[in-house]
């Protein structure tokens, strides 16, 4: 019974299940899933296991995987100083005269900040500990002020440059620059469905009297501009050189990071050994877990893949012939389960080379499916039970409860399921950018 791949598929994701949540890291239990039921269940047994090396290697030894470490590098050369409260009091004096200013200036710092720094934790902690005592200051509830944070640091993983949007083009070798543009529209969709609950549940709550509250002089204004208009010139140079042709990720990532160290040790005096040291610490633990998460799930596809299991699912998938959006339903119930317990990185290396094939045998834009799995992945980090983002907020605000904090991030939960709905009415607003520069996808 357990030679047919369908059954030995279910055992596997068991297992695997299983391991992940015994607390061992991701990449070591994906390698020993792999080791184990190559030896058990292959034809070569033990035969098997030895080419592992080989293919781990293979999987590492990519050009395109090094714009991983120079991104993270970028981000935590960011993360280090002082640009978020920085861009968090810029906006909060050009946006203040629009209704709900505050809430609205604290989530557009959390789009453009998680967009330099790649880290939703980072974001979350380097906004949040400026915005949410001053929104609760001003008046704002509790609810409004911990979830708009809590939501507004998921953004990272979707508004480019994004490591989970190379990450999946490396797991399905697919363009990520096209994968960057892609990104880029439905992103703003939902920093605009999260701004406008945002206003709403404050207007709704009593808080009318805290919308537009502050003003600012044309003076105020002007001084805050000089210490954020370098990284957002970052941002624009990043995007230019990747879709005017001038550079390719790898490089453009790497100037990217570099321009970003000397803006955090020119204008924020980064001067001391032990800060520049902690900015390549940090960036050289978090790629290195990355990258070996990577080699460990081409070991994973490659068990897979010899056992025959993902051609059987894909198979089965195909013998069901049902409607492809009641496939695309149970998909997308798969990844938002599946990102309720795993990390982003962890679950689109694990699924996306399967999920790929079956989607676009469908019907479905490969670029489209996956910004509808990155919104998946945004879910899971600010719901139980590993909801990193919701422990975040609670550490820079242990007087707010935690179950107000996940009061106060569900709404958004459900901003995030709205865009879901809408791209799937208007799949357009993921393709038509990429298709205006790169052109039509040729499947």
């Not at 008046?139 to 640091?153: C, F, L």
């Not at 440059?161 to 990450?167: A, D, E, G, K």
């Not at 679950?347 to 998946?376: C, E, Q, R």
């Amino acid at each position: 019974m357990l030679q047919d791949p369908l059954v030995l598929g279910a055992l596997i994701a068991i297992v695997t299940v299983v391991v992940l949540f015994s607390g061992m890291p991701v990449a070591i239990g994906l390698m020993l899933v792999a080791m184990g039921f190559l030896a058990i269940f292959d034809f070569s047994g033990w035969l098997a296991v030895t080419t592992l090396p080989e293919i781990l290697f293979a999987k590492l030894n990519s050009f395109e995987l090094l714009s991983i470490p120079m991104f993270i590098l970028m981000g935590a050369a960011v993360a280090s100083s002082r640009a978020g409260s920085d861009l968090y009091e810029a906006l909060e004096r050009w946006l203040t005269r629009v209704p709900g200013g505050l809430v609205v200036s604290n989530l557009g710092a959390c789009a453009i900040f998680s967009a330099l720094s790649g880290s939703s934790p980072a974001t979350c902690a380097a906004i949040g500990k400026m915005g949410i005592p001053e929104m609760r200051q001003r008046g704002y509830p509790d609810e409004v002020a911990a979830g708009s944070i809590a939501a507004g640091g998921t953004l990272g993983i979707l508004i480019p440059p994004s490591i989970t949007m190379i990450v999946y083009g490396i797991a399905t070798e697919t363009s990520i620059g096209r994968l960057f543009l892609a990104g880029a529209v439905p992103g703003l969709m939902l920093v605009l469905l999260f701004m406008i609950w945002s206003v709403y549940s404050t207007w709704r709550s009593g808080g009318r009297e805290v919308l537009g509250q502050r003003v600012y002089s044309w003076r105020e204004k002007l001084e805050s501009l000089p210490r954020v208009l370098p990284f957002i010139v970052i941002i624009v140079a990043v995007l230019f050189a990747l879709y005017g042709g001038v550079a390719t990720p790898s490089e453009t990532a790497a100037v990217g990071a570099l321009f970003c160290l000397l803006i955090a040790v020119v204008i924020y005096r980064m001067w001391s050994f032990g800060s520049i040291w902690r900015v390549f610490r940090d960036s050289t633990r978090e790629s290195v877990m990355i990258l070996i998460i990577i080699g460990a799930s081409g070991l994973f596809s490659f068990m897979l893949s010899s056992l025959h299991v993902t051609q059987s699912i894909a198979e089965w998938i195909v013998a069901m012939d049902v409607n492809r959006w009641v496939l695309m339903l149970f998909i997308n119930l798969f990844l938002l389960v599946a990102g309720f317990f795993l990390p982003p990185v962890a679950v689109i290396l694990m699924a996306a080379p399967i999920l790929l094939p079956i989607v676009v045998s469908a019907g479905f834009d490969p670029y489209w499916f996956a910004v509808v799995l990155t919104i998946n992945m945004e879910i899971g980090l600010i719901t139980p039970p590993v909801g990193l983002n919701l422990y975040v907020i609670n550490g820079i605000a242990p007087d707010i409860r935690l179950q107000t904090i996940l009061k106060g991030s569900l709404p958004y939960v459900g901003c995030m399921v709205l865009a879901i709905i809408i791209l799937c009415l208007v799949p357009e607003l993921a393709t038509g950018l990429p298709d205006l520069i790169f052109g039509p996808v040729v499947q």
